[in-house]
C-alpha cells in the first residue's frame, strides 16, 4: 500500500506507505467502530525520488535488543547528511533506519514494479 505526494509546488517527489512484510510476526490487529479487524501496519515508509527510503518499525514494545531483527535492508541513516540523527534508533522515541531505494525495493517486495522510479 502506498500513496504519492501529488502537490505541485512540492520539488521532490515522495511515497508514503505502510506494509507487513514479516509474516513469522504474530499480527496486531484493532477493531474499528463497527467491530471490523484491521491489521497495523509493522512497517511505515516514505521514499525519497532519487535517494532513499526512511522506514519506521512500528511494532510496540520493540526493545533495543530486537529492534535489529527488524531492519530489513542496510541501514544507511548515517552516509546522508540530512539523515544524520543519533535519536533515530531510540525505541522510546521510534526506531528508524533507511535504506537505498533498491534494498528498499527488494526487502519489501517492490522490486522489478518501477515504482519509485
Not at 23 to 31: F, G, M, S, V
Not at 45 to 73: E, F, G, M, R
Amino acid at each position: 500500500m502506498y500513496a504519492t505526494n501529488t502537490n505541485v509546488k512540492s520539488t521532490v517527489p515522495i511515497w508514503t506507505g505502510a506494509s507487513s512484510v514479516r509474516n513469522e510476526i504474530p499480527a496486531i490487529n484493532l477493531k474499528d467502530k463497527l467491530n471490523r479487524q484491521l491489521q497495523v501496519p509493522q512497517y511505515i515508509w516514505k521514499v525519497v525520488k532519487d535517494q532513499l527510503a526512511i522506514i519506521h518499525v512500528n511494532v510496540p514494545d520493540l526493545t533495543l535488543s530486537t529492534a535489529s531483527s527488524y531492519i530489513l535492508c542496510e541501514d544507511i541513516c548515517n552516509t546522508v547528511h540530512w539523515m544524520v540523527y543519533g535519536h533515530w534508533q531510540d525505541v522510546d522515541k521510534g526506531f528508524i533506519y533507511c535504506c537505498s531505494i533498491k534494498d528498499f525495493e527488494k526487502a519489501f517486495d517492490y522490486d522489478g514494479y518501477g515504482i519509485f522510479e
